[in-house]
């Protein structure tokens, strides 16, 4: 499902998240004043604690390997998929569903992960490798539906439908956004949660720069057509713009991490490296991942 070069280079990376600085990794295991138990493994990296070695894995394999402990007091990191109409438009389901599983790869090591799309398919929720395997066998079925709801409401409901517990849950919001309601009601009801988040706005090319010309505009989520010569696609093309720039403001506005992720710059199952790769770099830079 991902590269083994990919594997090797987010197992070195945890998610940024308030709700995750004090309980990611090796750092769970030293939280005064509270229990650990074995979780998992990872290769050993330079700067890891000898006593943390498990040497009866290495005289079994040959191979140096890390033990990872987890506190009692855990996290919960949960990937909400958009699965509306609009993201069977330009590619960008397949990219969305790519970078959900890199962000679950990363989540399961250090949290209790789960992934959603928003029509209220889950998968279970745990640690490790079989929630890993559950979460990562929701996003292969994902898919687009008439029935999937509109964003902003979608967020809202799965955001409130959450019990408040400040600090303790993460949820990294992998949509486009598109929804004529605004988006402040869904960053309220985050807030009102006591959650932290970030917002992976996954957008395709002819989302952001249609081709000029006459042109038969379909509303993917209406299905509502009407034609457009080139001073409709200019004009569509600013307010496409204006729309990204209102969405970050107001994500970020919130406290909230954003990254805008544009589907050309490596689609999704068509050179897999390239695109775990490019999709990587997009959230380091933006830090939503960071170095252990």
């Not at 987010?10 to 090796?26: K, P, Q």
């Not at 890891?48 to 402990?69: C, F, K, N, P, S």
């Amino acid at each position: 499902m991902l590269s083994d070069a990919t594997r090797n280079l987010l197992d070195r990376y945890a998610l940024a998240s308030n709700a995750l600085a004090r309980t990611s990794g090796e750092r769970m295991a030293r939280e005064e004043g509270q229990s650990v138990e074995f979780h998992d493994y990872r290769p050993y990296q330079a700067g890891d604690e000898l006593r943390a070695v498990d040497w009866r894995v290495y005289a079994r394999t040959g191979r140096v390997m890390t033990r990872l402990y987890q506190a009692e007091r855990t996290i919960d990191v949960h990937v909400l998929l958009d699965t509306s109409r609009s993201m069977a438009v330009g590619g960008k389901l397949p990219y969305a569903t790519g970078v959900a599983r890199l962000l679950a790869y990363v989540a399961h090591r250090d949290a209790r992960v789960q992934v959603h799309d928003i029509t209220a398919g889950r998968s279970a929720a745990g640690m490790g490798r079989g929630a890993l395997a559950a979460a990562w066998g929701t996003l292969d079925v994902a898919d687009t539906g008439a029935d999937a709801p509109a964003p902003v409401a979608a967020i809202r409901g799965f955001a409130l439908g959450l019990p408040r517990v400040r600090g303790a849950g993460l949820v990294l919001v992998v949509s486009d956004l598109f929804d004529p309601a605004p988006l402040r009601p869904a960053l309220l009801a985050l807030r009102a949660r006591g959650l932290d988040a970030a917002f992976l706005h996954v957008l395709a090319e002819d989302d952001l720069d249609p081709l000029p010309g006459r042109l038969e505009l379909v509303d993917a989520e209406s299905g509502e057509r009407m034609l457009a010569g080139p001073p409709e696609v200019e004009a569509y093309r600013e307010a496409v713009q204006g729309f990204v720039r209102r969405v970050r403001g107001a994500i970020q506005q919130a406290g909230f991490a954003y990254v805008l992720m544009r589907t050309d710059t490596a689609p999704a199952g068509a050179e897999s490296v390239a695109f775990e790769r490019a999709a990587f770099t997009a959230l380091r830079r933006a830090r939503v991942l960071v170095p252990r």
